[in-house]
């Protein structure tokens, strides 16, 4: 079984401050997907990550897949309250049939 | 366009009883997906079909749960009898075809129904 584990799974920080969030497997994914959940509705695609090393960039958010393909990292700059939500990555499988595996999450909340 | 469509938002009853969730995906979208995701979990994939015909429904409690998706639209995901750990938030998706290599798939959520065995 394929699993994902973020860290942290809470952080609290203040407004205009910076952030990372990991995502660790010990499997190898074809594809990692960030998104954002926040409380009463489905969670929203902020992200696909396709080639070992790759960084997206989404305003103040930065994505970057491990060269392995086994790992991710969400870095926002300069929090903002609207940033605040629960961050899920997700990770393609690679073996088999193609099916995506999500982490427990980390729920961020920006302070103002 | 309108997104996916999911009823109801929130149900609670009592342990043994039957519930059943429905969901309405995007116009179009061949791919729906049942997601169960407990609190302070992430998503867990319950079954996925492809059109009418289901393409991966290994972690579906086949002893209690039942989804049909009649001509390969509208969607239902039935519990019977409701256990107390069954007490989660189901979520259904859609995407326009099933995932591949390429990562370009996009999945829309719905906003889920919550359930609460008691």
């Known amino acids: 079984t394929q699993l994902l584990e973020q860290s942290p799974q809470f952080l609290s920080i203040q407004e205009g401050e910076n952030l990372t969030v990991y995502c660790n497997s010990s499997s190898v994914f074809s594809s990692l997907q960030w998104y954002r959940q926040e409380p009463g509705e489905g969670p929203v695609l902020l992200v696909t990550?396709?080639?070992?090393?790759e960084v997206k960039k989404l305003k103040r958010l930065t994505f970057q897949f491990g060269d392995a393909r086994k790992d991710s990292s969400l870095h926002i700059t300069a929090a903002q309250p609207g940033d605040t939500g629960l961050y899920l990555c997700?990770?393609?499988?690679?073996?088999?049939?193609?099916?995506?595996?999500f982490g427990q999450g980390t729920r961020l909340t920006i302070n103002p | 366009e309108a997104g996916v469509a999911q009823s109801p938002r929130y149900k609670i009853i009592e342990k043994r009883q039957s519930v059943a969730f429905w969901c309405n995906p995007i116009s179009g979208h061949a791919t729906l997906y049942w997601y169960q995701q407990i609190l302070g979990q992430g998503p867990k994939l319950l079954i996925q079909?492809?059109?009418?015909?289901?393409?991966?429904d290994s972690q579906l409690p086949k002893d209690r749960f039942s989804a049909e998706r009649l001509k390969g639209v509208d969607s239902t995901l039935k519990i019977q009898p409701a256990k107390l750990e069954d007490s989660a938030v189901y979520l259904c998706a859609s995407s326009l075809v099933p995932f591949t290599n390429s990562g370009a798939n996009v999945l829309t959520f719905g906003a889920g129904s919550r359930l609460t065995v008691l």
């Open positions: 997700a990770g393609l499988s690679i073996q088999g049939a193609q099916k995506l595996v």
């Open positions: 079909f492809q059109n009418n015909g289901v393409v991966d």
């Open positions: 990550v396709v080639t070992g090393g």
